[in-house]
């Protein structure tokens, strides 16, 4: 990703383990999402436009210390995000809050 300062990042994980080519980021203003090892793909959120936030935790999840942050947003391309499989779920929620 760009030369842009980050509030927080991860990257999707399974097995609780980063071995994904989904990275997650959070800029002062932005969300971004980018997919793909050879050919990538980038998605971004202005953070003005996140209208809720909700947690999920299963519990093969909660086995692995992961968790997924549900994202609505009224943007037109990405009106719903999920940020999977993410590490310290219930913090990273607080720190999106907060940005929002």
């Not at 842009?4 to 097995?15: A, C, F, K, V």
């Not at 992961?66 to 719903?80: E, M, W």
């Not at 940020?83 to 779920?89: G, H, R, S, V």
Request: net charge positive; proline share 3%; with cysteine.
């Amino acid at each position: 990703m760009a030369n842009i300062e980050y509030l927080w990042s991860d990257r999707r994980r399974r097995l609780g383990l980063p071995l994904s080519f989904t990275r997650y980021a959070l800029s002062s203003d932005r969300l971004f999402l980018e997919t793909g090892m050879l050919s990538t793909h980038c998605e971004e959120i202005l953070l003005y436009r996140v209208r809720d936030l909700s947690l999920t935790i299963t519990l093969g999840q909660r086995i692995f210390g992961v968790g997924t942050i549900t994202v609505q947003s009224s943007d037109k391309s990405l009106p719903v995000l999920e940020l999977k499989n993410i590490k310290t779920p219930r913090d990273t929620k607080e720190i999106i809050h907060q940005a929002v």
